[in-house]
């Protein structure tokens, strides 16, 4: 009998041990917390090298076009530049009715009517530089993230691959990194996820008008969100972790 009631006792505190041992405490949920505050600083950053190397060679595009009159060599000088920019595919000139004009990737340039296109229609109406929502390229068939900035009556667009725009975080399985437009509106993500991160930037894009970062749970799932605002660019850096559900959180918005 004793034998019996030694081995049940053996047997609770080891079940007990191990169940203490797989429950995280808190400076294991505030380590994993501080880890995403990193990763979108990290991600900022990342977003921000592109983001000047296309500022700066959209305004050298509209030198060259403005001093070179020989298509040929327009397109070389537009190749050279498009290689100094971080995921760039190409740079593109677009004239004041829409029609593309030079293409860095293709020389002859295709006869294509662009006026349609929202970032060319966003670029008309700033003065600024404009990060266009991804959309998917007419003769590629692949998809981009138009960096955009109006010279006089042309325009210039940075053809560059979706997640440039982000660190990708890839030692993480359970983090995303996004760069969102300053109405909240999702410019890319990756991982790509089709619908609980989506909906939850959408629920909490009203708290990102300066830096910040809340713990939600969302559905079954607790999360840690960090934003950094960028000082010089539209754009806003997100990273997200999932955390273990005994975090403490901040938000409820199931």
């Known amino acids: 009998m004793k034998r019996i009631l030694a081995v049940i006792a053996l047997t609770t505190f080891l079940v007990g041990s191990a169940s203490a041992q797989e429950v995280p405490n808190v400076e294991e949920i505030n380590s994993l917390i501080d880890e995403t505050t990193q990763s979108a600083r990290i991600n900022l950053l990342a977003a921000e090298r592109m983001l000047f190397a296309a500022d700066q060679a959209l305004d050298h595009a509209a030198v060259i076009t403005s001093s070179v009159t020989v298509d040929r060599l327009v397109h070389t000088e537009l190749r050279r530049l498009e290689t100094g920019v971080p995921g760039a595919r190409a740079i593109l000139v677009i004239g004041p009715d829409g029609q593309l004009l030079h293409d860095s990737y293709k020389y002859p340039v295709l006869p294509l009517d662009l006026s349609d296109r929202t970032y060319f229609k966003e670029a008309i109406a700033a003065s600024d530089l404009v990060i266009g929502e991804q959309v998917i390229g007419r003769t590629s068939g692949s998809s981009f993230v138009p960096i955009v900035k109006r010279h006089k009556d042309l325009t210039f667009v940075a053809v560059t691959a979706p997640f440039a725009l982000v660190d990708l975080q890839s030692e993480c ?37 300066s830096d910040g970062s809340i713990v939600i749970r969302y559905e079954h799932s607790v999360f840690s969100v960090v934003w950094r605002k960028s000082p010089d660019f539209p754009l806003i850096s997100v990273s997200v972790r999932g955390l273990p559900d005994t975090a403490a959180v901040d938000v409820d918005i199931n």
């Open 173 to 209: 399985g359970d983090c995303w990194s996004l760069a969102l437009k300053e109405d909240g509106t999702i410019v890319t993500m990756f991982p790509p996820e089709s619908k609980i991160l989506p909906d939850l930037i959408k629920r909490t894009a009203n708290r990102m008008k």
